[in-house]
């Protein structure tokens, strides 16, 4: 083999190698990327969360420590998470935007529509759950606000599916004190949820089974 054939053949080896090495380093880069965008997006919307809850803290300041319950602002009966909400807007919150969670089955978008009651919070402009029942002074380890699920307090890992917001792995929760958590699910498959603080075995969302059966998880209206 002369000089010539020996060196196009070490600059094919290079080549390969470099790009080996480019498609190892992609392999790693491209998921570590992916995950920083959903924790920017996860902390993105409990930034939203904690402004939700902070308002009702004000709410709750104007309404002899109670947060909306049986019926809003607008005299309408609350039966979604959109109707305890609406009574926050405009008194307390001016924008629809801050309900909403790009991406999510329940509440993408919103179209700020809020001078007339009856456009505020519509189907689809609402991303979270609201556990209705509770008080300034309720016990500060209760969630109060949390992602909405896919109908029965549980999370999906079907990314795209009411409850899949954060494919199963996690779920943004505001507890009564009105401090706001990103926090890892438990369970299995489709049965992902939130766990309680004080017994991880246990769904935090099953409002009933521990706080008594006037507390109500609300879900957004679809």
């Known amino acids: 083999m002369n000089k010539s054939t020996l060196r196009k053949a070490f600059t094919l080896i290079e080549l390969l190698t470099v790009i080996s090495i480019i498609a190892i380093l992609a392999g790693v880069a491209v998921p570590a990327l992916q995950h920083a965008v959903k924790v920017g997006k996860m902390t993105s919307a409990m930034n939203?969360?904690?402004?939700?809850?902070?308002?009702?803290?004000?709410?709750?300041?104007?309404?002899?420590?109670?947060?909306?319950?049986?019926?809003?602002?607008?005299?309408?009966?609350?039966?979604?998470?959109?109707?305890?909400?609406?009574?926050?807007i405009p008194s307390y919150l001016d924008t629809e935007k801050i309900f909403t969670v790009p991406g999510s089955k329940a509440g993408p978008s919103a179209d700020e529509q809020?001078?007339?009651?009856?456009?505020?919070?519509?189907?689809?402009?609402?991303?979270?759950?609201?556990?209705?029942?509770?008080?300034?002074?309720?016990?500060?380890?209760?969630?109060?606000?949390?992602?909405?699920?896919?109908?029965?307090?549980?999370?999906?890992?079907?990314?795209?599916?009411y409850g899949g917001t954060w494919g199963g792995t996690n779920a943004v929760v505001v507890y009564a004190d009105i401090s706001a958590h990103i926090l890892?699910?438990?369970?299995?498959?489709?049965?992902?949820?939130?766990?309680?603080?004080?017994d991880k075995t246990k769904n935090a969302l099953s409002v009933n089974e521990y706080m008594g059966d006037s507390v109500q998880l609300l879900e957004p209206a679809h």
Not at 60 to 78: F, L, R, V
Not at 184 to 198: A, F, H, I, K
Request: aromatic share 8%.
């Open 48 to 88: 939203s969360a904690r402004q939700i809850g902070m308002s009702l803290k004000m709410y709750s300041g104007d309404n002899d420590g109670n947060y909306p319950i049986k019926q809003n602002s607008y005299g309408e009966d609350i039966v979604t998470s959109n109707d305890a909400f609406r009574s926050l």
């Open 114 to 161: 809020i001078d007339d009651a009856a456009h505020i919070l519509q189907p689809g402009e609402n991303h979270w759950a609201f556990v209705s029942g509770l008080n300034s002074t309720s016990k500060s380890n209760w969630p109060l606000i949390a992602d909405h699920t896919d109908g029965s307090g549980n999370y999906t890992t079907q990314e795209g599916a």
């Open 184 to 198: 890892p699910l438990s369970g299995t498959g489709n049965q992902r949820y939130l766990p309680r603080p004080d």
